[in-house]
């Protein structure tokens, strides 16, 4: 095991040992969790859309693509902190 760098929900660094296999695993759940994501946000956009082409007000659906947004961004640094952790130098 070696002594790995990594971030908390908090955002805080804490360093902790973890395996290979662990670093691996976290950072498979991280992409899947991007790739459901990434899909839920085009299913929103695409109704977002059908909404604007009825001329309905599409307000709900914009707050809720940008609440994943948002998401999305928080998702990708924590997979980039636990990347970091994982280059060996």
């Known amino acids: 095991m070696a002594e790995r760098m990594v971030r908390g929900s ?12 662990e670093l691996e695993r976290r950072l498979a759940a991280k992409r899947r969790e991007v790739a459901r994501l990434r899909r839920d946000m085009r299913l929103e956009e695409a109704e977002m859309q059908a909404l604007i082409a009825q001329g309905v007000d599409a307000t709900t659906a914009a707050g809720r693509f940008l609440a994943m947004r948002s998401r999305l961004a928080q998702l990708l640094v924590a997979q ?3 990347m970091e952790g994982a280059v060996v130098g």
């Open 10 to 21: 908090d955002d805080r660094q804490i360093y902790a040992r973890i395996s290979g296999r």
């Open 80 to 82: 980039a902190a636990l």
